[in-house]
């Protein structure tokens, strides 16, 4: 019985991660859509797209191999999987051990690795430039982010996520220089990793400043709106990470009882709504970079996660 | 007992080499050699794993070959057992492959006779118990493979890289031979058993060290030894190339834990810093230049410069927590360090195998001239593809497992009591991290414009699927990548004896965990489990596709391809491989590649087209062995001078080198 409770809570993260990421997307396209003095779809315009998009047809390039079909559904698996191993409104799910924080960001570059294939496969310049520039994007932020992970686990002496959430939750980590680095580091990675502006711009008409939109430039149809729910998923995952390492106060630890799930789970939600309104005024305010002044800021990135893992090689209290 | 049964394996081999002789003019013949290689490599793959699992005390044993009166001794520790399983895994691999590959050799007599004789080498390097034995056994690994890369002798390159193979091999062993000359100490005995026994005091350690690192260190491709590698490696027949890559690589690495885990004793701490520096350094360079390569087989011989670099990390961490009395923590990263070599033996071999069969399709070996093989050689594309992503270091498969150890003992290591390494460290865990996101970069690459897209020549267009041999070995390989990436802990229990033998300390048992998860240190600190993680994305993906076909719709249309309303038949609009590189070219052009681009703008009215050229340096080639090249050339020059002397002028040089001779004697008595 003990175990079908278990199971059901990883199961109801499970689902939770998925029916609340096209929310924040809908909630950061609205609140960027006020803030340039339009109206804005409704914030559930992504399920409405996301379903719209499963039931057209879809067309497929006469050459598409057997990676172009079955690489969306793949992404939308590892990203899926990747966004339930974070703990959301409790930590210690069931299976939470099965995968570390540096495991989750091999699991993302596993996703990547598929798409970025499936950019390739029809054999356009679009997709090949957007498979191009996204493994180079990968290629300084991937090292920043496990960088960003040594940081943490250093501190909690685990790379167990939920046992990460748990020690910054309840024990008195303080403030602390290495993780004021890591979070500067985080965001700057977040933002490059969703493709986001400055780097990217989910946004855009424009082929030549894409990167992100080119490689996914010939899928339509059901394929397209899998690859538009991972983006969503991934969106989510990295919400999730920011609050469960970054702020991870109100998560249910030790105490499973249906209270503390409810405190869980409405703090979780806040502290996700709180960071979809952010991020859409962070990007109105500033412009987006050009493709190799990419490596300066993704640079930066890494520079400040190296020096915290350094200064924490110096000394655990840095 | 072990050590006699792969002892007759090798002399099985050897007499393979020998009837290879008269054997390879006929059609038969090679399928017999390489049938025959087959079963005595896999035999002494059996006596390996028996070996390991059973950890029976090894026994030396001594044949009266070799020096007169002295012998040769062999034995058979955990030590060697598990490079016997790495030799002949990769071994039988390749037999396996070459009966299908071997029929398409134009001069059979060029590597029929050279490839057991190779094999054996590697063996006997594995199982040698004294220095005299050990550095004739290196040799003749290194002149049999010589042989083998001067298979095709006739392209110029190939004899090129012939050579500097040849002069590097020799170095390296001259390094060997010094580091063994320190060993045996004054008393000159040369058996490992006694070296073992009276260890060199920490200075003369630290030159053997030092020397071992030159030796072997050259041989496995430690940056700036490399350069003989990404040419000498490729210019092989494939199988060839995958044991050079794949498996003589870790012979090296064998060759150095075995000096300096089991012969030196313990070295000065600093030590493990210098192993540590070359192998960060290494390991982004190995994969950045592999990134920059258009030909295949030389892309993935930089990139096991990159998977040496790795293998040396855990080496150095493993040294440096030795150092500092954390024996569980030393375990730790030396497992990962032969965890690796296992996986990479595994997954170079592949992917060579791989990049034979493409080439012996299509005769190219440029990818600028392939693509869309995942049409024409779909069952080799499949393979391909899980030799990438178990390269590149991704969850579920092999390579991850064995990086993540390598990072669960760089998150140990602030315990380390000296402060250099402490420093050191995580300079080379963020470059580890590095080269873990630019190998998914460089095979992305490497399968991207190889097997998708659309065919850049007829040659590619016209491809067909390699032969039913081939297809299994690259299979089995591919299998192992993902049984090993799914059961680790059953690789890390066969690791075990070998790394309580060397560091007296194991990582924690695994056989008891539940679902097959890898605990490095205790549970509380991390864990990974990939058969779950494997299961989650199989059900997740299957439920997903299911969900989709049956409430969503299955309805597909092909159609042209789209790219943005402008498609353009040509497959020249395709990206490239120099194309896709070019963004990290032009991130790291400056600091590490010797990069020279020329651009030749016709003059306005002028018709003739632009043309751009891009040339990308190793700068080990520049600014480290060009200036000693030149060097000796001049010198040389110079001294050419003396070849045309008369008879005169040579009987005053001869006196006067006698007087100087003389002089030196009576001031030394």
Same mark, same amino acid.
Request: charged share 10%; hydrophobic share 50%.
């Given at each position: 019985m003990a175990m079908m409770i278990d199971l059901a809570a990883q199961a109801a993260q499970m689902l939770l991660v998925l029916a609340i990421a096209p929310l924040i997307l809908g909630i950061t396209r609205k609140v960027k859509a006020r803030l340039l003095r339009r109206v804005g779809p409704p914030l559930w315009q992504p399920y409405l797209d996301l379903r719209k998009l499963m039931h057209k047809e879809a067309v497929l390039a006469h050459n598409a191999s057997w990676i172009y079909r079955a690489a969306p559904y793949f992404v939308f698996a590892v990203t899926w999987v990747a966004a339930a191993l974070v703990p959301t409104y409790a930590t210690n799910l069931m299976f939470s051990w099965s995968a570390d924080l540096i495991a989750l960001v091999a699991l993302l570059a596993t996703g990547r690795f598929a798409l970025a294939l499936a950019g390739m496969d029809v054999g356009t310049a679009f997709g090949g430039i957007g498979s191009s520039r996204e493994m180079m994007i990968a290629s300084l932020a991937e090292p920043a982010m496990l960088l960003v992970a040594f940081t943490v686990a250093l501190i909690a002496g685990t790379t167990q996520l939920s046992a990460i959430a748990e020690t910054f939750a309840t024990a008195d980590v303080g403030l602390r220089v290495s993780l004021g680095l890591a979070l500067g580091a985080f965001v700057m990675l977040a933002i490059a990793e969703n493709a986001r502006i400055p780097i990217d711009n989910p946004a855009t008409h424009l082929e030549l400043t894409m990167v992100h939109e080119a490689m996914v430039l010939e899928y339509s149809g059901r394929h397209l709106a899998m690859i538009e729910a991972a983006a969503a998923l991934k969106l989510a995952l990295y919400f999730s990470l920011f609050a469960c390492l970054f702020v991870p106060f109100g998560i +249910?630890?030790?105490?499973?009882?249906?209270?503390?799930?409810?405190?869980?789970? +409405?703090?979780?939600?806040g502290k996700i709504v709180l960071l979809a309104v952010l991020l859409p005024i962070g990007e109105t305010a500033i412009a987006k970079m050009r493709v190799f002044r990419y490596p300066i800021f993704l640079g930066g990135a890494f520079a400040a996660s190296a020096l915290a893992v350094f200064l924490l090689f110096v000394s655990r209290s840095f | 007992m072990p050590a006699l049964v792969a002892l007759w394996c090798i002399a099985?081999?050897?007499?393979?080499?020998?009837?290879?002789?008269?054997?390879?003019?006929?059609?038969?013949?090679?399928?017999?050699?390489?049938?025959?290689?087959?079963?005595?490599?896999?035999?002494?793959?059996?006596?390996?794993?028996?070996?390991?699992?059973?950890?029976?005390?090894?026994?030396?044993?001594?044949?009266?070959?070799?020096?007169?009166?002295?012998?040769?001794?062999?034995?058979?520790?955990?030590?060697s057992a598990f490079f016997l399983v790495v030799a002949n895994l990769g071994g039988s691999a390749a037999s396996l492959y070459g009966i299908g590959y071997g029929r398409h050799e134009r001069t059979p007599l060029r590597v029929l006779p050279f490839f057991p004789a190779y094999l054996a080498g590697m063996n006997l390097v594995a199982l040698a118990d004294d220095a005299f034995s050990f550095l004739v056994a290196w040799e003749f690994m290194s002149l049999s493979s010589w042989a083998l890369v001067m298979a095709n002798h006739r392209a110029?390159?190939?004899?090129?890289?012939?050579?500097?193979?040849?002069?590097?091999?020799?170095?390296?062993?001259?390094?060997?031979?010094?580091?063994?000359?320190?060993?045996?100490?004054?008393?000159?005995?040369?058996?490992?058993?006694?070296?073992?026994t009276h260890h060199p005091e920490q200075t003369t350690g630290l030159i053997v060290l030092l020397l071992a690192l030159l030796g072997a260190g050259s041989k496995a491709g430690l940056v700036p030894l490399h350069v003989w590698l990404p040419l000498a490696?490729?210019?092989?027949?494939?199988?060839?190339?995958?044991?050079?890559?794949?498996?003589?690589?870790?012979?090296?690495?064998?060759g150095f834990i075995r000096i300096v885990f089991d012969l030196v004793g313990e070295p000065v701490w600093w030590s493990s810093m210098i192993v540590l520096a070359l192998a960060g350094v290494t390991t982004v360079l190995g994969v950045l230049y592999a990134l920059m390569q258009h030909d295949l087989k030389r892309l993935l011989a930089y990139h096991t410069v990159e998977n040496i670099g790795i293998i040396f990390i855990g080496i150095g961490l493993a040294m440096a927590f030795r150092a500092s009395n954390m024996n569980w923590a030393a375990a730790l990263a030396l497992t990962a360090a032969l965890f690796h070599v296992l996986n990479h033996s595994i997954f170079k071999s592949l992917l060579f195998?791989?990049?034979?069969?493409?080439?012996?399709?299509?005769?190219?070996?440029?990818?600028?001239?392939?693509?869309?093989?995942?049409?024409?050689?779909?069952?080799?594309?499949?393979?391909?593809?899980?030799g990438c992503v178990a390269i590149s270091a991704l969850p579920p498969l092999n390579g991850f497992v064995s990086e993540?150890?390598?990072?669960?003992?760089i998150l140990v290591s602030p315990q380390i009591s000296q402060w250099g390494p402490r420093f050191l460290i995580p300079a080379v865990g963020a470059l580890l991290a590095l080269s873990a996101a630019l190998a998914a970069a460089c095979f992305v690459k490497a399968y991207g414009i190889t097997f998708l897209g659309r065919p850049r020549t007829s040659a590619a267009e016209t491809a067909n699927e390699t032969d039913g041999f081939s297809l299994a070995a690259m299979f089995v390989l591919a299998a192992l990548c993902v049984i090993l990436g799914v059961v680790p802990g059953a690789v890390v229990e066969l690791i075990s004896p070998v790394v309580q033998s060397l560091v007296g300390a194991r990582m924690p048992a695994?056989?008891?965990?539940?679902?097959?998860?890898?605990?490095?240190?205790?549970?509380?600190?991390?864990?990974?489990?990939?058969l779950t993680v494997l299961l989650f994305l199989a059900s997740s993906g299957t439920v997903t596709a299911l969900f989709i076909h049956r409430f969503a719709t299955r309805a597909t249309r092909r159609s042209a391809i789209w790219d943005c309303g402008y498609p353009n038949a040509s497959p020249a609009t395709q990206y490239t491989s120099s194309s896709f590189a070019m963004p990290i070219r032009r991130v790291f052009g400056t600091t590490v590649f010797d990069v020279r681009e020329v651009v030749e703008m016709p003059r306005p009215g002028d018709t003739r087209a632009a043309r751009y050229h891009v040339k990308v340096l190793d700068p080990a080639?520049?600014?480290?062995?060009?200036?000693v090249a030149r060097c000796v050339l001049r010198t040389t020059t110079k001294l050419n001078r003396l070849q045309f002397l008369s008879i005169r002028s040579y009987l005053t040089l001869v006196f006067v080198t006698l007087i100087l001779l003389l002089l030196m004697v009576a001031a030394w008595r």
């Open positions: +249910a630890t030790a105490d499973k009882s249906p209270e503390a799930l409810a405190i869980g789970l +409405a703090a979780y939600i | 099985a081999l050897l007499a393979l080499a020998v009837a290879a002789i008269g054997a390879a003019r006929t059609t038969v013949g090679s399928f017999l050699v390489y049938g025959g290689s087959l079963i005595a490599s896999l035999l002494a793959l059996a006596v390996g794993v028996i070996t390991l699992i059973d950890g029976a005390p090894a026994e030396p044993m001594v044949l009266p070959v070799g020096l007169p009166g002295l012998g040769a001794h062999f034995r058979v520790d955990a030590l110029p390159e190939n004899a090129r890289a012939g050579y500097i193979y040849l002069v590097m091999a020799s170095f390296g062993t001259l390094a060997l031979l010094l580091a063994f000359g320190l060993l045996a100490g004054a008393g000159g005995d040369y058996a490992f058993a006694a070296m073992r490696h490729p210019a092989a027949p494939s199988h060839v190339s995958a044991l050079m890559s794949g498996v003589m690589t870790k012979i090296a690495v064998y195998f791989g990049s034979g069969a493409v080439s012996n399709a299509t005769g190219e070996r440029n990818m600028e001239h392939l693509g869309g093989l995942i049409h024409r050689m779909p069952k080799t594309a499949v393979a391909f593809l899980i993540w150890l390598t990072f669960q003992a695994q056989s008891y965990l539940p679902w097959s998860s890898l605990i490095p240190i205790a549970e509380s600190r991390s864990s990974y489990n990939g080639w520049r600014y480290g062995y060009g200036p």
